[in-house]
């Protein structure tokens, strides 16, 4: 059926022309628009997991920082007595404990979280509670105490319940969790432990800050200590408690500060990504578990967006491709038909041929004209011909369609920056017209020969493009003469040289550094005659003597394989096809960094 069919070969054709840049656009823009967006996840997440790693080990230094005033005893009154009554006195009188407790009550206020604190001094055997504003003390050691791990001076204990340290309040105090600071009070001339200091933390702080570092219901944080047991998780229950499963030993075990790797075990596949909180006190691992389905939702929205916008374009286009079929098919179809009655018998020369419509204009009218007068002369010379005509007109057809894409995509701009407007973007909006502009520009090719004024906004709206994708890290300087604006010049000679700036001269960078494009016009008076000069100029990254003269050689040469000079020759050749060898185009280097291309073009001769 498609075999012998020229309408549903033209169909088939048209379709798959249509469907496969469609489908595969949209396979490309969902796999491209993935990766970019996880990419952008992955920073962003970084950047928060950093920053409440600040938060926490800031906090954490604090507490630690307000431990150490038992030490200093900085505006604190009396406090300076302190640390000697803890060192020296081995019995504990009335005014050394109110010393004490006052300093351990002042302690008690530096920090919002702080529940209690235990002191125990070796020297008296006195231990020592300020619980809410509460003092009491007792003789003795609190036995639940664990030996202080070799080697540290501060450690933290992860959640468990607070106690009173074997003593009685005054005032029920009911149980609740606690993180705890450890520090060993130390005697500094010979390092002897004098004592040990217990401060209990609410979880408040810690859980806050944890909780504004990932979005519920979609991610999970953890923070772990160094044996993988919970510091922070979703489930509360399970503070203080280890890790289930070894998803985690990854991040724990890690030597980098931050990183990320994948896990595909169990229910569901995701990203794991973690923190180090590593100080002297302190060696925690903060790992947030981001699920692909969370990754990739809104590149899959997009998609979906595009995906719906595109399938209602192809409706169009389909529909409009099969109407354009038959339309194009349908008067040859007719002459098949009366093709077959006079093989047939039943229509001879002298018929006036009812079913062929001759009024017609376009190529089909001529065709059926051009047949209609060679089967006045061969029958056998108008098959021939008419075969041969019917041939190159189907390449035209099918030229004709192929400049249908263009102009659909022109109208699509045009209405897309209608919506941007009524939108109120008009940055897009603009954007768009330069697009447009320049589409228009190229695809016109009923002019091959324009005033230097289109060329210079022809420009202009290639630079408005980069502009916008290159933010402020290049500026234009134009420098045109008013008098050579209306000076005729070849079509597209400035935008390639504009162009290789971009592919060989350009260097993206966060730096401070700002790219300058110069374009010139100037009338020249010299000994041959009047000239119009064009240059563009750059401070890009410029080239070396060597390649200077290499390309200088291949632009002299026939031809050129070099793909960096194919732009070049191609302007070269088109303006010495209009001026002959009066025509020239250098290259130079800018001092102290770039490239400068200058094209010499004769007044003398107008372009035809």
């Known amino acids: 059926m498609i075999r012998h069919s020229i309408r549903n070969k033209l169909i088939l054709f048209l379709l798959i022309a249509t469907l496969v840049p469609f489908l595969t656009s949209l396979g490309v823009s969902y796999f491209f628009t993935k990766q970019k967006v996880t990419e952008d996840t992955l920073t962003n997440n970084s950047a928060l997991l950093s920053q409440g790693k600040t938060n926490l080990v800031n906090y954490l230094d604090g507490v630690v920082q307000a431990s150490s005033t038992i030490y200093t005893g900085r505006n604190i009154a009396e406090l300076g007595q302190f640390y000697e009554i803890i060192q020296t006195q081995r019995e504990i009188n009335y005014q050394s404990d109110k010393v004490i407790k006052s300093g351990l009550q002042v302690m008690s206020h530096s920090v919002k979280e702080i529940k209690q604190i235990y002191l125990y001094a070796s020297v008296s055997n006195s231990s020592f509670l300020t619980h809410n504003d509460i003092q009491v003390s007792m003789a003795g050691k609190y036995e639940g105490l664990q030996p202080f791990p070799?080697?540290?001076?501060?450690?933290?204990?992860?959640?468990?319940?607070?106690?009173?340290?074997?003593m009685s309040l005054s005032a029920y105090s009911n149980p609740s969790p606690v993180i705890s600071m450890?520090?060993?009070?130390?005697?500094?001339?010979?390092?002897?432990?004098?004592?040990?200091?217990?401060?209990?933390?609410?979880?408040?702080?810690?859980s806050d800050i944890s909780q504004g570092l990932f979005t519920h219901d979609q991610e999970e944080l953890y923070i772990l200590d160094e044996t993988g047991r919970i510091v922070f998780g979703p489930d509360p229950s399970k503070w203080g408690l280890?890790?289930?499963?070894?998803?985690?030993?990854?991040?724990?075990?890690?030597?980098?500060?931050?990183?990320?790797?994948?896990?595909?075990?169990?229910?569901?596949?995701?990203i794991n990504m973690y923190e180090k909180m590593r100080t002297d006190y302190l060696n925690w691992t903060i790992v947030k578990r981001l699920p692909y389905e969370q990754l990739t939702k809104n590149a899959r929205q997009l998609t979906f967006i595009n995906a719906l916008i595109?399938?209602?374009?192809?409706?169009?286009?389909?529909?409009?491709?099969?109407?354009?079929?038959?339309?194009?098919?349908?008067?040859?179809?007719?002459?098949?038909?009366?093709?077959?009655?006079?093989?047939?018998?039943?229509?001879?020369?002298?018929?006036?041929?009812?079913?062929?419509?001759?009024?017609?204009?376009?190529?089909?009218?001529?065709?059926?004209?051009?047949?209609?007068?060679?089967?006045?002369?061969?029958?056998?010379?108008?098959?021939?011909?008419?075969r041969l005509e019917l041939a190159n007109k189907s390449n035209q057809l099918m030229a004709l369609q192929a400049q249908i894409n263009p102009h659909f995509l022109n109208n699509a701009l045009q209405s897309?920056?209608?919506?941007?407007?009524?939108?109120?973007?008009?940055?897009?909006?603009?954007?768009?017209?330069?697009?447009?502009?320049?589409m228009h520009y190229s695809m016109n090719t009923n002019e091959s020969v324009v005033p230097l004024r289109k060329e210079i906004d022809h420009i202009k709206a290639y630079l408005e493009l980069q502009k916008q994708r290159f933010e402020h890290q290049f500026d234009i300087v134009y420098a045109i003469e008013e008098e050579t604006r209306t000076l005729s010049i070849p079509?597209?000679?400035?935008?390639?040289?504009?162009?290789?700036?971009?592919?060989?001269?350009?260097?993206?960078?966060?730096?401070?550094?700002?790219?300058?494009?110069?374009?010139?016009?100037?009338?020249?008076?010299?000994?041959?005659?009047?000239?119009?000069?064009?240059?563009?100029?750059?401070?890009?990254?410029?080239?070396?003597?060597?390649?200077?003269?290499?390309?200088?050689?291949?632009l002299k040469a026939p031809s050129v394989a070099d793909d960096s000079c194919i732009g070049l020759r191609n302007v070269l050749t088109r303006i010495q096809l209009y001026f002959n060898d009066d025509a020239t185009l250098e290259i130079d280097h800018v001092h102290p960094q770039g490239v400068q291309i200058v094209i010499h073009i004769p007044m003398k001769k107008g372009v035809t």
Do not use: C
């Open 150 to 166: 070799a080697g540290k001076l501060v450690y933290f204990e992860i959640k468990h319940q607070n106690n009173l340290y074997g």
């Open 182 to 206: 450890h520090r060993n009070i130390m005697y500094s001339p010979n390092n002897q432990s004098i004592g040990e200091l217990i401060i209990d933390l609410n979880l408040d702080l810690v």
């Open 242 to 270: 280890q890790l289930d499963g070894n998803w985690g030993d990854e991040a724990v075990h890690s030597t980098l500060d931050k990183g990320s790797y994948e896990w595909s075990k169990g229910a569901f596949a995701r």
């Open 310 to 386: 595109l399938s209602f374009s192809m409706l169009i286009v389909m529909a409009g491709t099969v109407y354009i079929s038959i339309r194009f098919t349908a008067p040859i179809k007719q002459l098949i038909r009366y093709i077959t009655r006079i093989q047939t018998g039943q229509a001879g020369l002298g018929d006036h041929q009812s079913d062929i419509e001759l009024t017609r204009t376009d190529e089909m009218g001529i065709l059926a004209n051009r047949f209609h007068g060679l089967m006045q002369d061969l029958n056998q010379m108008v098959m021939r011909e008419y």
């Open 416 to 438: 897309i920056g209608t919506l941007a407007l009524q939108h109120e973007a008009p940055k897009i909006y603009t954007l768009i017209n330069s697009l447009a502009k320049m």
């Open 491 to 554: 079509k597209m000679i400035l935008q390639p040289l504009v162009e290789n700036y971009f592919k060989h001269g350009f260097k993206p960078s966060h730096s401070q550094d700002v790219g300058l494009l110069h374009i010139e016009s100037e009338t020249l008076t010299t000994p041959e005659g009047d000239f119009l000069k064009l240059t563009v100029a750059d401070n890009g990254i410029g080239m070396s003597e060597q390649r200077i003269l290499e390309v200088r050689s291949r």
